[in-house]
Structures are given as structure tokens and as C-alpha cells.
């Protein structure tokens, strides 16, 4: 046989090896690298008793590693922001268990990436072969389907083919457009905007904020401790637990990708008050943790939004992810990105019920993203309005 794969699931990244791991992942972004997963798995945000079980697939083509599968086996839909509790309710309504599912995806990280780390260009063949073994995994371990999360296009399409149904949804994503400073960024705004975020930012500093970026060997020890209490105070208050991602997590992060880290902290007199963790390479920043120990107006739009568009700018970045949800992003040059997702079900009644909510689903995502870039601050010419 011409393609000759065989394939192995394996219960820790360890077991693949970060040289194996990273000959698959070598073009990946770093929310893909072994020292990123590795991190989740080695400080327990995952495993044991967390709801997320590593079950990641390995393929071989003629014995030789040419893709790796990050999955995991799931008994709860949290942690994912591709939202299924609907899906869940309805398994439940009829007596099925909709719990444990397969995932494939980056944990705790809505971001969109390669879910198929492969030395391969053309994965038709791969995804063909995947899918197949992973319906044969869904039947062996009474498993209810399998979900791509946050996958790229060319890849949801292949999935498509192999009757993985593709869903959308949408995120707010910043461009840089070849900006030389914020000011241009800000020029290409609509005066009424420009001159509101001018506002939020002179109200940070009006209020005694100092604001400072640190990257790489910057980012001391004690910085990331601060930044974790930020992080767990914040998730505490909002959503009752202490956070996904626990302190080792963090700790390990700053001793294995450094260079891969955007550390932005906020002082008053001194004293730290709160703190935005982003992770970035040579293509994208990626902004997804957030805590502050004190409520302090505008601060969140300026650490998570305004110093990320200024470190892309200064970095030559071309996209700026700072995490899913908020329509508050769009007012401030945040552009409506599509995101893609694909689902089996084992069971084909609820397949095809599924297939059918995607259906009617469809429709109303593609209008929500119509209406929300007609939000869009942009100048429509640059003669339109002159600036303030």
C-alpha cells in the first residue's frame, strides 16, 4: 500500500517526545509547541481529576512520525469556547450519555491553529486516514463524537469531505496594516472613535498608571508570580474558581518559552496592580490571560488591547488575537474573523440533528458578522473627516 499508515494513541506528550513532537510542529505557532502542551500536562491543568484525559494520536507512514493529533477525552464541555452544552442537554433529554467526547484542540486556548502537526503539505490523505481510525476509537471506547476546535479553513474543508460537519462562529481579531505607530492606526479611525480611545487612554493616565512591556529575558520570576495572583483573583471573582491554568503552568511557561512571552504589568507608585499575559511569534499575538488585584477604569481596554496593538506595531506582527467573545472589541479596530469548528456523532439521528442545527445556524452567524462589520470604525476615505 502506497500510503502505509499505521498510528498509536498515547496518555502524555511525553510519550512522544519534544524532538518527535517538534519535527511534526516545527511551522506551528507556539500555542502548538511541546514546551506549551507540555506545560499544561506536566503542571496537572489537565489529566487526573480535570475533566480533560491527553488520548493524543500519533501517525506513522512507513513507521516513520509524519503527523501528531493533540486530543483529549473529555467529561465536561468547559474550557473549549466552542460551546455544545445544547448538544449535551438534548444527549441527556433521550436518556444518552453525551459524556466522554473526543476533542482535538489546544486546551484553554481559543485560538485558531493547525490541529494536524504534520511534516506533510498536502493532508488529504492524513485527514482521510484520521478520521477513519478515530471513528473506530468512538465505537471501541464509548465515545460519544469528535470535535475540531479552532481549526484553519483548508483543514475544516478536508474535514468537511470526511462528513465532519463544519460549524462557524466569529471572533474580533486586530490587522496591522503596515502601521508605523499607534497615531496611524488611530488616524485610520473614524474621529468620533479616534478620539474616545485617546480618551480611555489619557483617563489610564490621568489616574497615575504606568504601564510597562516586558518580553523575554525581562520577564523576571516575581513578575509572573504577581501576574498569576492577578489571574487567579480575577477568575475568582468572575467565574467562582481560581482559573483553568494553575501557578506551575505559568512558572514553567517563563522557563520554556520566554522568547514566546508579552508580559505587560500596571503600576500605581510603584506597586503592581494588575497584569495582561500574551504569547506571540513573528506572525501573531496571541492575548488571553488578564487579572488586576484593583478596579481601575479603562485599565483592561489599555493592557490587553492598546499595548498589544502598540507591541505589534513596534514587532512588525500582522494579527492580533486577543481571545474569543467581546463585541467592545469591534469600536476599537477589532475586525470580525471567522472561526471554524468540525463535529461527528457517532450516533446518526443526532448527527443529522446536528447537521441540521448547523444548518439554521449558519445563516444567522454570517448575518451577525455582516452587521458587526458595519460597526467597524474605519474611515471610509481619507478625505472623509479631518482629524481632531
Not at 517526545?17 to 502548538?32: E, I, K, M, Y
Not at 466569529?170 to 503596515?178: A, D, E, I, L, S
Not at 506551575?248 to 494588575?274: E, G, I, K
Request: with cysteine.
Amino acid at each position: 500500500m502506497k500510503d502505509a499508515y499505521s498510528h498509536q494513541f498515547v496518555h502524555s506528550i511525553e510519550q512522544i517526545g519534544r524532538d518527535t513532537w517538534q519535527a511534526c510542529a516545527a511551522f506551528a505557532s507556539p500555542l502548538c509547541q511541546y514546551s506549551f502542551l507540555h506545560a499544561i500536562e506536566a503542571s496537572g491543568s489537565v489529566g487526573a481529576n480535570t475533566g480533560w484525559s491527553p488520548s493524543h494520536l500519533i501517525i506513522f507512514q512507513h513507521k516513520r512520525p509524519v503527523a501528531i493529533l493533540p486530543l483529549y477525552k473529555k467529561t465536561h464541555s468547559y474550557g473549549e469556547y466552542v460551546f455544545d452544552f445544547a448538544w449535551a442537554n438534548t444527549y441527556r433529554q433521550y436518556g444518552l450519555n453525551y459524556y466522554p467526547k473526543l476533542i482535538c484542540a489546544i486546551p484553554f486556548t481559543p485560538v485558531t491553529g493547525p490541529r494536524i502537526l504534520s511534516v506533510r503539505q498536502d493532508l488529504s490523505a492524513i485527514v482521510a486516514y484520521a478520521c477513519k481510525i478515530l471513528d473506530e476509537k468512538l465505537i471501541a471506547e464509548g465515545l460519544s463524537s469528535m470535535h475540531w476546535l479552532f481549526v484553519d479553513n483548508p483543514l475544516s474543508e478536508l474535514l468537511q469531505a470526511q462528513q465532519q460537519l463544519m460549524r462557524l462562529s466569529v471572533q474580533f481579531q486586530w490587522y496591522n496594516r503596515n502601521y508605523t505607530s499607534f497615531d496611524e492606526f488611530l488616524l485610520g479611525l473614524n474621529a468620533r472613535k479616534r478620539k474616545s480611545i485617546r480618551a480611555e487612554r489619557r483617563k489610564v493616565d490621568n489616574q497615575g498608571i504606568v504601564i510597562k512591556r516586558m518580553h523575554g529575558a525581562a520577564i523576571m520570576a516575581d513578575d509572573m508570580d504577581f501576574f498569576y495572583q492577578c489571574y487567579q483573583q480575577t477568575y475568582l471573582k468572575r467565574s467562582g474558581h481560581q482559573g483553568y491554568l494553575n501557578q506551575a503552568f505559568f512558572t514553567q511557561l517563563l522557563s520554556s518559552m520566554s522568547d514566546n512571552l508579552l508580559l505587560v504589568l500596571a503600576y500605581r507608585d510603584n506597586c503592581p496592580l494588575a497584569g495582561a499575559l500574551f504569547l506571540y511569534d513573528q506572525h501573531q499575538l496571541n492575548g488571553r490571560y488578564w487579572g488586576a488585584i484593583e478596579d481601575i477604569d479603562q485599565l483592561h481596554f489599555e493592557c490587553c488591547y492598546y499595548q498589544g496593538i502598540e507591541f505589534c506595531i513596534e514587532q512588525n506582527i500582522s494579527c492580533f488575537n486577543p481571545g474569543t467573545q467581546g463585541e467592545h472589541k469591534i469600536l476599537r479596530g477589532f475586525e470580525p474573523t471567522y472561526c471554524y469548528s468540525n463535529h461527528h456523532l457517532k450516533e446518526l439521528a443526532f448527527h443529522d440533528a446536528v447537521s441540521r442545527f448547523i444548518d439554521s445556524e449558519t445563516p444567522e452567524i454570517q448575518a451577525y458578522k455582516q452587521d458587526a462589520d458595519k460597526l467597524l470604525p474605519f474611515r471610509k476615505s481619507s478625505g472623509e473627516e479631518s482629524d481632531d
